[in-house]
């Protein structure tokens, strides 16, 4: 048999011995071992529906889900933590199907929207660059308008960033109510720092941990934001499994982890939180080596627990070196999750082969927070991520921060008391990034830029100094204008003293944090005093994330490369902080840098079109506001190149007239041909401040 022949059954061996340690709904076709494999397309076919936690497919009667484990694991079953409610799911599962695939594999998505309130849905993948392909960043109204219902819309990229990341709906809560799984990329061990540290990393490895509630997530927030109630968490699933904070037996299954004694297993942990819920991760009796956070390779670090927040991920190595038994995974809720009588916690079971099977727990045991909460900002025991180098064998651009940064930006993450844009609900207190409110725009941004008004768009250097720290809120398409592969350096501060730690995700490239710290009085002028006066320490060798909290009372200083063209949020993603508008958009490079609008590609906007000049006015400069944006400054430009053009004109047609060739007039400055280029030019790319 020829070479070919025998590597094509090995590949078909591994593919077929990797989907039977996923769930039936994970039949995934790329699984395998990526030493020694081409790259593969690997096509995915989903359907986004609303469904429903305990249906009927969880059994009847005395066979039915919990009183039958067996029966939680029917096709077709949520069982969740056993209460019954609406959920939107992608193939009537949740966690949604887990994708495992190789670097450089092509990924192929087909969604088919039949979510029955005809309501709209985008897919982002959390952790990807989309370099090449920004169209599936799956941004609502800027990279793509959200999927119609009924309606289809194919993802199609090819990601090289191995490691942990995941996906989720992005469009309204939908994430919150289920559409939201993992997206595991592995690399050779060739290029891998850590591959020497385990033995196995398997598919069945992954851990998926989420605060879940027992309504659905739109109930919540509206409650929350005009009811005046306070929403608290239910329960902490691991894997979609978990025994709810009140109720009694009998409970549905939690998660089981099955391992062989003596074997090192890299297991990939990922927080899909919806509320402010940094949990606390720990296994009974063993000792974790973290090895990576949010896909990139960390200095391993050695602990007893780890803290992990909203949107990131953190891979670790658990050596099976314990007696053979039966050991509690432990999750605990602090923040929101750990506010009040009922502090959130989850248990799964860490399973040796050979031990007899962990009895179901009567009830939720009692955990204990490890800490206190004015260190609940550090992701391990008394160490900040800024006290953490990263482990990376190679140098992608992106790496490349450590020379002196070409621009500052200082960015506040707070609460004010703002004025509601809706009627007669008075002022309210609203998160907001440097007391500016993001809103989605009525167009998407990257393929249908012309049809929005610039007026839809600012940033602080748009408002007169105090004009957003009253009453008045201030709202738009808050965008930061940023130069291709220009060095960033971005100081958020907190200066709210209660225990939030905004976790601020940034799409589209990974940013290096070089300080973390809490002060007495954290402002943005007390930071950047404390900076002048040399007293902060940055670590130019830390990790890298696309995720990080900025501890309350206090400052996060990261960095990043801007070598990515395209419009990338940079957003809390406390869900119902993200919908307030914690948000900003960085716009890296300009159209030309992007890729080309693919063809077919939807459109979508308002009628009347934002553009017409009848309905949206042109916004008129301010004369005490020289920082205004640039298009304004700009805007004596078009009449006076006409004028120019018509005189011109005039003489060139007098001399041609007078016998002389127009081809012989050199247009250099200050020609009507000049004057229209660089006006055109100065236009497009000065849209929005910096």
């Known amino acids: 048999m020829s070479r070919c022949g025998l590597l094509l059954p090995v590949i078909f061996v591994t593919i077929a011995l990797g989907v039977d340690a996923l769930r039936p709904v994970d039949d995934n076709p790329c699984y ?46 949520v069982s969740v933590d056993g209460f019954p409610r609406a959920i939107s799911v992608i193939n009537q599962a949740f966690p949604g199907p887990s994708i495992q695939i190789c670097t450089g594999d092509e990924v192929v998505i087909n969604v088919d929207n039949q979510m029955t309130n005809n309501e709209g849905v985008t897919i982002h993948w959390h952790g990807l660059f989309q370099n090449g392909s920004q169209f599936m960043d799956g941004l609502p109204m800027v990279t793509q308008c959200p999927i119609p ?29 289920g559409v939201a799984g993992s997206f595991v990329i592995r690399e050779s061990s060739r290029t891998n720092p850590n591959a020497g540290l385990y033995d196995e990393d398997r598919a069945e490895d992954v851990i998926f941990l989420n605060d879940w509630h027992h309504d659905i997530m739109v109930s919540n927030f509206e409650k929350q934001n005009i009811g005046g109630g306070n929403v608290g968490v239910d329960s902490i699933l691991i894997n979609g499994k978990g025994i709810p904070l009140s109720g009694s037996p009998p409970f549905v299954p ?59 991920r953190y891979d670790f190595v658990l050596n099976a070196n314990q007696s053979i038994g039966n050991y509690a995974v432990r999750v605990v809720g602090l923040g929101s999750c750990g506010d009040g009588m009922l502090t959130g916690r989850q248990v799964a079971s860490l399973h040796y082969e050979t031990a007899s099977t962990a009895p179901m727990p009567p009830s939720l045991p009692n955990i204990a927070q490890e800490g206190t909460p004015d260190i609940w900002w550090k992701t391990f025991p008394n160490k900040s991520l ?55 725009p009525t167009s998407p941004i990257m393929s249908q830029f012309d049809d929005l008004p610039m007026s839809l768009f600012c940033n602080a250097s748009s408002f007169q100094t105090g004009e957003c720290e009253g009453l008045t809120q201030c709202a738009c398409v808050h965008t930061i204008q940023v130069e291709l592969n220009a060095l960033v350096e971005i100081v958020m501060v907190n200066p709210d003293s209660f225990r939030v730690l905004h976790p601020m995700h940034l799409h589209g490239l990974q940013f290096q944090v070089v300080a973390m710290e809490r002060m007495s009085d954290a402002t943005v002028q007390s930071v950047m005093q404390l900076d002048q006066n040399g007293e902060i320490t940055r670590n130019l060798n830390g990790p890298f994330k696309d995720v990080v909290v900025v ?140």
């Open 386 to 440: 800024a006290e953490v180098d990263h482990n990376l064998k190679s140098g992608p651009v992106y790496m490349n921060t450590g020379s002196t940064p070409d621009v500052q930006h200082y960015i506040e993450t707070s609460f004010g008391t703002r004025e509601s844009p809706i009627p007669n609900q008075g002022a309210k207190f609203f998160p907001q990034l440097n007391n500016i409110s993001y809103f989605f």
């Open 149 to 177: 219902s009924p309606g289809k819309f194919q993802y199609r990229f090819t990601p090289y960033e191995a490691g942990t990341h995941w996906y989720h709906a992005h469009t309204g809560l939908q994430r919150g109510d």
């Open 254 to 312: 939690i998660e089981v982890f099955n391992v062989q004694s003596g074997t090192r297993y890299r297991f990939r942990v990922i927080n899909g939180a919806n509320f402010f819920c940094n949990l606390q991760f720990s296994v009974q009796s063993h000792r974790l080596l973290v090895i990576a956070g949010d896909g990139s390779a960390l200095e391993s670090q050695a602990v007893d627990y780890f803290r992990i927040n909203g949107g990131e």
């Open 551 to 690: 501890p309350d009372g206090g400052y996060t200083i990261f960095r990043f490369r801007a070598w990515n063209p395209g419009w990338w949020i940079f957003h809390c993603h406390i869900e119902f902080h993200l919908e307030d508008g914690m948000a900003l958009l960085f716009w890296m490079g300009h159209t030309q840098d992007f890729q080309a609008i693919p063809a077919g590609f939807p459109t979508c906007g308002v009628f009347p079109p934002a553009t017409d000049p009848a309905t949206v006015p042109p916004p008129l400069p301010r004369a005490d506001d020289p920082q205004k944006l640039d298009t304004y400054h700009l805007a004596w430009i078009v009449p006076v190149t006409f004028l120019i053009a018509v005189a011109i004109g005039l003489l060139l047609g007098c001399l041609c007239r007078r016998g002389a060739s127009p081809a012989s007039v050199d247009p250099g400055p200050g020609t009507a041909e000049y004057s229209a280029q660089s006006g055109a030019v100065g236009v497009q790319t000065a849209a929005v401040s910096t």
């Open 32 to 77: 395998r071992s990526c030493e020694s494999s081409f790259p593969m397309t690997c096509v995915y076919n989903w359907t986004v529906t609303w469904y429903y936690a305990m249906s009927p497919q969880c059994g009847d009667g005395s066979v039915r889900c919990p009183t039958n484990a067996t029966a939680c694991s029917n096709p077709g079953c």
